[in-house]
Nanobody, 118 residues
Framework: VQLQASGGGLVQAGGSLRLSCAAS????????MGWFRQAPGKEREFVGR????????AYADSVKGRFTISIDNNKNTVYLQMNSLKPEDTAVYYC????????????WGQGTLVTVSS
Protein backbone atom coordinates (compact mmCIF):
# COMPACT_ATOMS: atom_id res chain seq x y z
CA VAL A 1 0.00 0.00 0.00
CA GLN A 2 1.30 3.43 -0.94
CA LEU A 3 0.12 6.45 1.03
CA GLN A 4 0.31 10.09 -0.01
CA ALA A 5 -0.45 12.69 2.64
CA SER A 6 -1.27 16.28 1.78
CA GLY A 7 -2.97 19.39 3.10
CA GLY A 8 -0.44 20.69 5.58
CA GLY A 9 0.45 24.34 5.85
CA LEU A 10 0.66 27.39 8.07
CA VAL A 11 -2.40 28.38 10.09
CA GLN A 12 -3.07 30.71 12.99
CA ALA A 13 -4.06 29.39 16.38
CA GLY A 14 -7.77 28.70 16.48
CA GLY A 15 -7.87 27.93 12.79
CA SER A 16 -8.60 24.73 10.90
CA LEU A 17 -6.92 22.46 8.39
CA ARG A 18 -7.92 19.25 6.70
CA LEU A 19 -5.29 16.69 5.86
CA SER A 20 -5.80 14.02 3.25
CA CYS A 21 -4.16 10.65 2.83
CA ALA A 22 -4.71 8.98 -0.51
CA ALA A 23 -4.01 5.26 -0.66
CA SER A 24 -3.09 3.25 -3.72
CA UNK A 25 -2.21 -0.34 -4.39
CA UNK A 26 -4.97 -1.82 -2.22
CA UNK A 27 -8.39 -0.84 -1.07
CA UNK A 28 -8.32 0.35 2.51
CA UNK A 29 -11.88 -0.55 3.46
CA UNK A 30 -10.70 -3.68 5.27
CA UNK A 31 -7.86 -2.00 7.13
CA UNK A 32 -7.35 0.32 10.05
CA MET A 33 -5.98 3.73 9.11
CA GLY A 34 -4.10 5.91 11.52
CA TRP A 35 -2.74 9.40 11.89
CA PHE A 36 0.41 10.17 13.83
CA ARG A 37 2.51 13.26 14.34
CA GLN A 38 6.03 14.17 15.28
CA ALA A 39 6.88 17.58 16.68
CA PRO A 40 10.42 18.97 16.51
CA GLY A 41 12.62 17.28 19.07
CA LYS A 42 9.89 14.90 20.19
CA GLU A 43 8.96 11.31 19.52
CA ARG A 44 6.23 10.38 17.13
CA GLU A 45 2.84 10.15 18.81
CA PHE A 46 -0.53 8.66 18.00
CA VAL A 47 -3.25 11.08 16.93
CA GLY A 48 -6.14 8.84 15.99
CA ARG A 49 -7.34 5.88 13.97
CA UNK A 50 -10.38 4.74 12.05
CA UNK A 51 -11.64 1.38 10.89
CA UNK A 52 -11.74 0.76 7.18
CA UNK A 53 -15.49 1.26 6.93
CA UNK A 54 -15.43 4.27 9.20
CA UNK A 55 -17.50 2.74 11.98
CA UNK A 56 -14.90 2.87 14.74
CA UNK A 57 -12.63 5.75 15.71
CA ALA A 58 -10.24 6.50 18.53
CA TYR A 59 -8.30 9.64 19.41
CA ALA A 60 -5.50 10.77 21.62
CA ASP A 61 -6.70 12.79 24.59
CA SER A 62 -4.75 15.81 23.35
CA VAL A 63 -6.90 16.09 20.19
CA LYS A 64 -10.22 14.63 21.31
CA GLY A 65 -13.08 16.98 20.52
CA ARG A 66 -10.97 19.04 18.11
CA PHE A 67 -9.84 16.53 15.47
CA THR A 68 -12.03 14.22 13.42
CA ILE A 69 -10.95 11.34 11.21
CA SER A 70 -13.12 10.23 8.33
CA ILE A 71 -12.78 7.89 5.40
CA ASP A 72 -14.06 7.89 1.84
CA ASN A 73 -13.89 4.36 0.50
CA ASN A 74 -14.88 5.49 -3.00
CA LYS A 75 -11.77 7.68 -3.11
CA ASN A 76 -9.64 5.29 -1.03
CA THR A 77 -8.76 8.31 1.07
CA VAL A 78 -8.72 9.09 4.77
CA TYR A 79 -9.00 12.60 6.19
CA LEU A 80 -7.99 14.38 9.36
CA GLN A 81 -10.08 17.45 10.06
CA MET A 82 -8.29 19.63 12.60
CA ASN A 83 -10.18 22.43 14.31
CA SER A 84 -9.29 24.84 17.09
CA LEU A 85 -5.63 24.35 16.32
CA LYS A 86 -3.03 25.20 18.94
CA PRO A 87 0.67 25.99 18.58
CA GLU A 88 1.42 22.66 20.26
CA ASP A 89 -0.24 20.91 17.32
CA THR A 90 2.70 21.96 15.17
CA ALA A 91 4.25 18.79 13.78
CA VAL A 92 4.78 16.64 10.76
CA TYR A 93 1.65 14.54 10.37
CA TYR A 94 1.82 11.03 9.00
CA CYS A 95 -0.85 8.62 7.88
CA UNK A 96 -0.37 4.90 8.19
CA UNK A 97 -2.20 1.66 7.53
CA UNK A 98 -2.56 -1.45 9.66
CA UNK A 99 -3.40 -4.25 7.24
CA UNK A 100 -3.71 -6.87 9.98
CA UNK A 101 -5.89 -4.69 12.25
CA UNK A 102 -3.58 -5.68 15.09
CA UNK A 103 -2.28 -2.30 16.18
CA UNK A 104 0.86 -2.51 14.08
CA UNK A 105 0.97 0.09 11.30
CA UNK A 106 3.21 -1.33 8.58
CA UNK A 107 2.92 1.21 5.78
CA TRP A 108 3.49 4.94 6.17
CA GLY A 109 3.04 8.05 4.09
CA GLN A 110 5.74 10.66 3.69
CA GLY A 111 4.31 13.19 6.12
CA THR A 112 2.93 16.69 5.75
CA LEU A 113 3.98 19.66 7.88
CA VAL A 114 1.44 21.58 9.93
CA THR A 115 2.59 24.80 11.56
CA VAL A 116 0.31 26.66 13.95
CA SER A 117 1.33 30.19 14.78
CA SER A 118 0.33 31.91 18.01
Amino acid sequence: VQLQASGGGLVQAGGSLRLSCAASGRTIRRYTMGWFRQAPGKEREFVGRISGRGTLTAYADSVKGRFTISIDNNKNTVYLQMNSLKPEDTAVYYCAVDTRNAGDFEFWGQGTLVTVSS
